[in-house]
């Protein structure tokens, strides 16, 4: 018998074995994995990215047609896919790639997705905030997670797309509207917030930014953006000085490079590497890996917003827990403060944009 074939006989076997609640949604998604190894395809999960022809879309698309976790990369624009998807499509490694243009596309890019990645949308130029972006970008993410909640309502979705304060809360309105919202697959990459904060840790402890691990929280702007300096690993402490400049530091990092950048867009390289290592944890939670723990900006229940950013434990379902803040000095607790008070409004704004 072919391997395909037997492998198929072998999970209609496992079938009777299954969760009886998601027997039928696992039975298919190790189906199509057979099928897409019996075509030349690695096994790993199906990813779409939505804004793949973009400053961070580009070598995002790179960097996951390069992570063995990929079985089926799926791009998608509504501008110059078919470039990029030709481009990529080229690099010998296992994930089999298929590009998509415009909106009549949209279905197809999405349907049987387990990960979505979104960096679609309008990136600042200098002089602008985040929340600067949120005419243009709040109706991009709408349409996509309309696309979403039809054709991948199980998916995970990463939300890149900026103010993440308030596109994260449309999301996630979005899929309450069309009664596919869990909270635990919802997710707002703050990744590059901590890879900032661990590069500039490590520059001023003289460390290998790879040994440092600095937990931050809140959201992704400006005084939302908190580094709990208090809580560095490898346990070390910071003079009033140090913590002042590296706070400062980590809250500007987006604004360090839209400026360096001088109009020509915001942070897309180092933005690309956070997603994946991002959508990487996400993959190895969705794999059944132990002890995958991320900082993201996810429904909460940490403070009294419905949204804030923590450690997350993910898992087989998305963000499976989502821890407390722990012990903070009194810097970091008027921090605090001050970024509650700005998210509150960036949530209540993203809120109110879809039940307006
Ligand atoms: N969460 C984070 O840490 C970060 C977020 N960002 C945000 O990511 C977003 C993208 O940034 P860049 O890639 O630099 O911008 P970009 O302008 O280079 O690329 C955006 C891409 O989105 C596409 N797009 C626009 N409307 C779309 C739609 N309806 N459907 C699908 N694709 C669509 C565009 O055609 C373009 O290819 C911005 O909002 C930016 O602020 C950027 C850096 C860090
Ligand atoms: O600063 C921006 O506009 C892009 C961004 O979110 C970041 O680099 O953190």
Sequence with gaps: MQPAAEARQRIARLSAHLNPTNSQMEVNTMLERVDCRAKGGSPGFKVAILGAAGGIGQPLAMLMKMNPLVSVLHLYDV???????????????????RGFLGQQELEAALTGMELIIIPAGVPRKPGMTRDDLFNINAGIVKTLCEGIAKCCPNAIVNLISNPVNSTVPIAAEVFKRAGTYDPKKLLGV?????????????????????????????????????????????????TPDETEYLTKR??????????????????????????????????????????????????????ELPFFATKVRLGRTGAEEVYQLGPLNEYERVGLEKAKKELATSIQKGISFIKK
């Design 79 to 97: 501008v110059n896919c078919p470039g990029v998807t030709a481009d990529i499509s080229h690099m010998d490694t296992g994930a089999v790639v």
């Design 190 to 238: 703050t990744m590059l917030d901590v890879v900032r904060a661990n590069t500039f840790v490590a520059e001023v402890l003289g460390l290998d930014p790879r040994e440092v691990d600095v937990p931050v929280v809140g959201g992704h702007a400006g005084a939302t953006i908190l580094p709990l300096l208090s809580q560095v690993k490898p346990p070390c402490s910071f």
């Design 250 to 303: 980590i809250q500007d990092g987006g604004t360090e490079v839209v400026q360096a950048k001088a109009g020509a867009g915001s942070a897309t390289l180092s933005m690309a590497y956070a997603a994946v290592k991002y959508a990487d944890a996400c993959l190895r939670g969705l794999r059944g890996d132990a002890g995958v723990v991320e900082c993201a900006f996810v429904a909460s229940q940490v403070t």
